[in-house]
């Protein structure tokens, strides 16, 4: 039985790097999006990859076999997995709502506390984490010595048998490989063409760039500055600290990553709680005058402009994105 589930997971990773693979050869990462890191991802080989993608789908990398890093970052809903906060072991939860991994590989930091830096480590965090996989080093360090498949793969891509470091490497290197770009803004910023939007979308488009003010911290092309803002997502005596929880400085106390908001169509509930369900939610909570802090004065928008807002978020979509047609 146990042979069979293997068999199928294998099957499913192979047609999903396939997928990936076709996806990266015409996706080559436009002109518009930061270069800086382009030597970085570009060293990035197709055999850590397969390795990488692997193990993302494995329930083997969770204490009692139950928790994948797929179970969270669900490839078919852009790597989120829908919950309010994550699902973990058996009758755990995780903190917060799970990131998209999508385009994760130009974070400078991760988490939404900056708890850490570097992609090709940060898959220890849920893999320790006592609510997500419960694992140890020592479990890690010798799991999978003995799996033929994936000691030969790591052989491929380290040679060396499959340790704790091809696991993280690897892993990263699968992140590092979900680059998406094709929406309906990208086409957009390629042609410069407004032809491409409708009418409300166009006055989206305006809203978000102008009087909104939300380029300033979801930025283009990507979304995001990457930096970290009290938005009044949590009051005083919440027990969430956001940044402060990275940083250990009071100053940072509730400020929180700015998301991406590509594929934000698609990656509900939001903010860092899921508090809001749906995306009307998300902007009556985030612009409400409530929420004035010192990082963040909500613009006065009307019910008709969060409107149109929503309806050029929705042109944030990968139009391509894997696995989802
Ligand atoms: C039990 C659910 C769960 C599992 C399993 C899980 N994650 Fe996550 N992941 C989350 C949640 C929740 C967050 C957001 C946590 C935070 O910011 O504090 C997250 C955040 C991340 C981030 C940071 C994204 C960003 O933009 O900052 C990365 C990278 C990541 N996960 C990779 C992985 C990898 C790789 C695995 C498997 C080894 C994995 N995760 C397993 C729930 C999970
Ligand atoms: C001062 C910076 C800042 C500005 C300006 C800003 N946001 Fe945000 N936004 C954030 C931060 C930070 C979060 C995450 C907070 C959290 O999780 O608690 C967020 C979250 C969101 C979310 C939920 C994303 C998710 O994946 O959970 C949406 C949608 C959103 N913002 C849309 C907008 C729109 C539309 C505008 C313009 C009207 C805007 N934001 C202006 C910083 C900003």
Redesign the pocket.
């Known amino acids: 039985m146990r042979k069979i589930v293997f068999f199928l997971i294998q099957l499913y990773v192979l047609i999903f790097i396939s997928a990936c693979d076709t996806n990266q050869k015409k996706n080559k990462i436009p002109s518009y999006f930061p270069q800086d890191k382009n030597q970085f991802f570009d060293s990035v080989r197709a055999e850590e990859i397969i390795l990488g993608s692997m193990l993302f789908f494995d329930k083997r990398l969770s204490i009692d076999s139950s928790v994948s890093c797929s179970s969270c970052h669900d490839p078919k809903i852009a790597f989120t997995d829908g919950k309010i906060v994550s699902d973990g072991l058996p009758s755990h939860k995780s903190l917060r ?1 799970s ?2 991994l999508l385009n994760v590989r130009f974070n400078p930091t991760f988490m ?1 506390d900056e708890r850490a830096y570097n992609i090709d480590m940060v898959s220890l965090i849920p893999l320790l984490d006592t609510n997500e996989m419960g694992m140890n080093w020592h479990r890690l360090d010798t799991l999978f010595k003995q799996d033929s498949t994936l000691t030969k793969l790591s052989y491929k891509a380290y040679q060396q048998p499959c340790d704790i470091r091809s696991i993280t490497r690897s892993l990263g290197a699968f992140m590092k490989s979900l680059h998406f770009n094709k929406s309906k803004f990208d086409d957009f910023t390629i042609s410069n063409n407004t032809i491409i939007f409708s009418a409300q979308e166009i006055k989206g488009k305006d ?2 760039f102008g009087k ?3 380029n ?3 930025t283009a092309p990507l979304f995001t500055n990457h ?5 009044g ?2 009051k005083n005596g919440s027990k969430d600290l ?1 940044r402060m929880v990275g940083t250990l400085r009071k100053e940072d106390m509730f ?7 590509r594929n ?1 169509e698609i ?1 509900k ?5 899921g508090k ?1 369900a749906t ?1 009307e939610n ?2 009556d909570f ?2 409400s005058k409530d929420r004035k802090t010192t ?2 004065d ?2 006065i ?1 009307t019910t008709a402009e969060r409107q149109n ?1 929503i309806s050029f ?1 929705k042109c944030l979509t990968d139009g391509n994105y894997i696995l989802t047609k």
């Open positions: 709502n990131s998209t939404f809203l978000f909104g003010n939300c300033s911290c979801h930096k970290h803002y009290n938005i997502s949590e956001g400020k929180f990553k700015t998301p991406t908001l934000i990656t509930p939001y903010f860092h709680n809001a995306l998300a902007l985030h612009l990082d963040f909500p613009p928008l807002l978020l």
